[in-house]
């Protein structure tokens, strides 16, 4: 019964722990938020995007799509692997970035990939985390 | 995550029981997993078909009755939650010994991290045959002393508190956590378990 109760303070205290960053990154991004909407239709929208690794990833390329993807629940390394592997199945992928940091995914595609807001999407739900917002940029 | 809802988790943790790595990997993974404390070493195959479930064999040799035996075993992944900034899972798992339906074991565990913080718990019973059963539990905390990129080593300094029927009071040990890649080790040592370790390898 002291177990049972202790799961659930558990279940709770996670929970609360998890949207109080829920409710700071909302405050803290209310503009990658209205994006999801948008991402949701398959436009672009606005991402922040690290120009200094884009440039590094991309550096020697051309006619390439670059897809830079939010992602929740990314939290650690491992999370991120299967992340990995789904992706480089596209034999469409060139290359792909993990950060980490700010929970963002760069997928560097050749530039006859017509890229999906939805496939992207359904790969990362199906490996359990959640996509928040993309952009996409051509090189 | 405020300091207040740390410490809450804290406490929640010290007035109960913690966990381990990740029991369920992505789709069409595979995990080799092997364990050893003062009570068993275990070797621990799975594949996961999906993030929400994991199927595999482990083989245990159990110190405690000094026996040798396997387990069909499965986890499921019953929550999980994920923000920017952390993510929470639970699990169930359940597993039939190769003695026979007399032999099983069942559990849940749970864990709630962020790049900087872990927390865990875990609790599983073992029934044989009705008569001699084991109830483990344990807690585990832990946090990144730096915050390392993808595919860097990352570590973890932990404490792990477990209790299992074969011991008399919980018994808490430091415990250390590397992964790098798809390779995890992590071990801790304490006067009843000894040397407590693991590792894991994805591919």
Sequence with gaps: MKSIVLILAFFSVTAAANNCHTEANADHNHAHDHAQSNAGSGKSVNIEIDEDKLNKMTAGLSNVKVAVVGVKGMVCDFCARGLEKAFKKDKLVVDLDVDLEKGRLMIVYIAEK?????EISDTIISNGQEPITMQVREI | MGIVNFLIILMTFFLSNVAHGRPVSYPGGHTVMSKSNAFYNSLYYH???????????????DKRINKKYAYARSTFLINRMNTKSSQR???A???ISSNGFGHYFYGIHGDWETRRLFSGFGLKKTVVDDFQNDFERFVLLGIAPYLGGYGDLHSWLMVKSMRNSAMDNWETYPWLRFFKGNVLVEAGYGQDTKWDAHFMYRF
């Design chain 2, 47 to 61: 594949y996961s078909p999906t993030f929400k479930h994991s199927v595999g064999i482990e083989s245990v040799i």
């Design chain 2, 93 to 95: 798992q359940g597993g």
């Design chain 1, 114 to 118: 017509n890229i999906d807001y939805n």
């Design chain 2, 89 to 91: 899972n639970f699990y």
